[in-house]
């Protein structure tokens, strides 16, 4: 599976983005899919996954209620929907994919895509 984040950008806080993560194989479907994210100067953290089938979702606690994420399998594609921005989101996104739910949580990820970098200013 080859991954490609992009969507990110410069926001004001308070402000919205949608990240977008394309997916290529005809086994995306097959994956678990997440958010990781690396702030400057600091290690990667979970943001968000979402299982295979889109019917279950978690968030770190950081993110709960701010950020959503989703999948369209018919389009090979998981997006996160982030609202209520805040300084201290900012950060390079990864999307990353794995077949077991744990691992990706962990951040022992089988496939990972580049990063899209989101700024929010305060």
């Known amino acids: 599976v080859q991954l490609q984040a992009f969507g990110g950008g410069l926001v004001q806080a308070g402000g919205s983005l949608r990240l977008s993560c394309a997916a290529s194989?005809?086994?995306?479907?097959?994956?678990?899919m997440g958010w990781i994210r690396q702030a400057p100067g600091k290690e990667r953290e979970f943001v968000a996954i979402i299982t295979w089938s889109g019917t279950s979702t978690g968030y770190a606690d950081s993110v709960k209620g701010r950020f959503t994420i989703s999948r369209d399998n018919a389009k090979n594609t998981v997006y996160l929907q982030m609202n209520s921005l805040k300084p201290e989101d900012t950060a390079v996104y990864y999307c990353?994919?794995?077949?077991?739910?744990?691992?990706?949580?962990?951040?022992?990820?089988?496939?990972w895509g580049q990063g899209t970098e989101v700024t929010v200013s305060s």
């Open positions: 990353a994919a794995d077949i077991r739910y744990e691992d990706l949580v962990r951040l022992r990820c089988d496939y």
């Open positions: 194989g005809r086994t995306f479907s097959s994956y678990h």
